[in-house]
């Protein structure tokens, strides 16, 4: 049950175009892939620092949590993500322990995992994911 | 210039008793480590997460930095920080880019680590802090 990572740390971004030189010319990191996906209204952004990833995220419509989390808070970290064995037993295990779940099952996310969040409410105000890969 | 890893996330909470046994209960980690810094006016839990410390961060005072960001925003991750290898080199590389330094120079931080803080108006919204071992 426990994490063996921190899968990453996603950051709502306006523009990625505008927040990717920072990464790279300030932190020196690489963006290695620039992703859409679809269904979450996203464009990502990714960089490897050691075991995390930092996963840029631009709004593609005025829909999506990203924007609307940006007019509401402005630009900053998104949530958080922490890499398990298997999701659905981690989100099994923190509604038993009480936890609002965002996702009562597993979704398919970003860069071919399966991902399930909890609700901000119950885990002192940060958007936390578990990640996983496919088996 | 690059980090080697992500050194910790900060987390702003109203009581490190109310918070720690979601990250013992929920995500199954273990508190390594309670520790109050005096010139931040905070105590702070950590925790280990593969290369990553979550650090907790409790207000020791109302003028503490801690108890402003939770009366502006509540509860939630308050800072990014990047394990390099000398905060000195990494703030001037910074400066020099054009990033606003909240310090000038390293300064001590908790677990016997030299710290320096970028703002968070340079910084795309994310407090962000350079870490590295006293050499």
Chains 1, 2 share one sequence.
Do not use: W
Request: hydrophobic share 40%; with cysteine.
């Amino acid at each position: 049950m426990k994490p063996t990572h921190i899968e990453h740390i996603g950051i709502a971004v306006k523009s990625l175009n505008d927040s990717i030189p920072y990464y790279e010319e300030v932190l020196g990191l690489k963006c290695y892939s620039v992703e859409e996906v679809v269904d979450q209204k996203v464009k990502t952004a990714f960089f490897m620092v050691g075991q995390t990833k930092i996963e840029l995220l631009e709004a593609t419509s005025e829909e999506s949590p990203i924007a609307k989390f940006i007019e509401k808070k402005g630009e900053g970290i998104h949530h958080l993500a922490f890499a398990m064995e298997d999701v659905a037993e981690a989100l099994t295990h923190a509604e038993g322990k009480g936890i609002q779940l965002i996702d009562k099952q597993p979704r398919p996310g970003a860069e071919g995992l399966m991902i399930g969040f909890m609700h901000p409410k119950s885990t002192g105000g940060v958007l936390t994911e578990f990640c996983a890969k496919k088996k």
